[in-house]
């Protein structure tokens, strides 16, 4: 029986770069985890202080609504953290 011939394959080269080519390579992110970090501890301090002072800082007038600023910096924190790379 006669043996088939061996095809080589043709090494791959791959196509020349275009001049001006934008590179999207997500760009320099190094605020994102201080910031974050920050976020997360103002939220967390603005709801401790508002519990150890018995309800009279970080805002008195506001009340309750406190609780709420302390986890609306926490859930910015989070947004913040969805940029990080």
């Known amino acids: ?3 088939s ?3 080589k394959k ?3 080269t791959p196509p020349p770069e275009k001049q001006g080519a ?3 390579s997500g760009g320099n992110r190094q605020w ?7 976020l997360f501890l103002i939220g967390l301090a603005w709801i401790v202080v508002y ?3 018995n309800t009279d800082l970080p805002v008195e007038s506001w009340g309750d609504w406190n609780i709420i ?3 609306g910096f926490i859930a910015v924190g989070f947004v913040v953290s969805t940029q990080w790379k």
């Open 51 to 53: 519990y150890v002072t």
């Open 32 to 38: 994102v985890a201080p910031v974050m970090l920050a």
């Open 10 to 12: 043709a090494e791959f």
């Open 22 to 24: 934008v590179k999207l």
């Open 5 to 7: 011939r061996i095809r």
């Open 69 to 71: 600023a302390g986890f």
């Open 1 to 3: 029986m006669p043996k």
